[in-house]
């Protein structure tokens, strides 16, 4: 299908569908004239083409008649439209000294929270998510501020691939639902587990890294609370009454942390 192009500034367009390698090119020449090439490492202007992620970046038009592409920064919105791009936005990142940005998925809030120490990222609605996302790093907190996150698979993996990462990641205040599995898989790093309630198979699997649980969440799920297979599982500051263990592996006494009291 044709894109729509619409001029948002002088010498900008926005792209508002998903561009086909089949006419982007003549798309361009018909809306900006003739340009020299190349552009930026962003795109590349050949008869092949490429295909822009749907409403995520604004083509320039430099003084010598070449083109550049940039990421919209979503800074004017009504509402959660950015009135540059149109995009929707879903999510927002709140870095340590109040600063907020917003993203129009859950691994793009991700991936800037994972640059931002101590940031906070908040959906903006329920949302039923299409994939899982990954944090590998950086320190933050995912306040879902009594909103719900739902997924076929799991929403949140910590270090997928077990490569060692250090993310340190707080979830609170909200739902995590997964239909099939557990929403939250650990892989490394370190998840805690904090108020609000996780659906699914299973709430949790760790195969490694750490898990703890602080003060009370809801574990509302079909099977075990929690899948282990490896990592420290640390209950030390753990509140509930009743929690289910389902272990895929040796639990040693080291890797167990209970509560004080």
């Known amino acids: 299908s044709t894109a729509d192009i619409a001029f948002c500034e002088e ?31 962003s795109i590349t202007l050949t008869t092949d083409m490429f295909t822009l992620t749907e409403s995520s970046y604004l083509i320039g038009k430099n003084e010598d008649g070449s083109l550049y592409s940039y990421v919209c920064e979503h800074k004017e919105l009504t509402e959660t439209t950015c009135n540059i791009c149109g995009s929707k936005m879903m999510f927002t990142v709140c870095d340590a000294n109040g600063t907020i940005t917003y993203h129009k998925d859950f691994q793009a809030a991700i991936d800037k929270a994972e640059m931002l ?71 490394g790093g370190t ?24 003060n009370a969440p809801i574990f509302d799920t079909t099977s075990a609370n929690i899948v282990y297979f490896g990592g420290l599982l640390n209950l030390s500051e753990w509140l509930g009454e009743t929690l289910t ?10 890797n167990l942390v209970l509560p004080t009291d």
Do not use: C, H, R
């Open 11 to 41: 010498s900008q367009i926005k792209v508002t569908k998903t561009w086909t390698k089949e006419n982007a090119y003549k798309i361009l020449i018909e809306a900006l004239g003739t340009f020299a090439l190349p552009v930026d490492d």
């Open 117 to 187: 120490e101590g940031s906070t990222i908040t959906p903006l609605q329920d949302i039923t998510l299409e994939e899982f996302s990954t944090g590998n790093s950086g320190s933050f907190t995912i306040d879902l501020d009594n909103k719900t996150l739902t997924n076929d698979s799991s929403i949140l993996q910590v270090d997928e691939n077990s490569s060692g990462g250090n993310a340190t990641i707080v979830i609170t205040n909200g739902t995590m639902k997964s239909i099939n599995t557990a929403p939250i898989f650990i892989g």
């Open 191 to 214: 998840a805690i587990v904090d108020n609000g309630t996780y659906q699914g198979n299973y709430a949790v699997y760790l195969s490694w890294g750490t898990l703890k649980l602080k």
């Open 245 to 254: 263990i389902q272990i895929d592996s040796s639990l040693e006494e080291s």
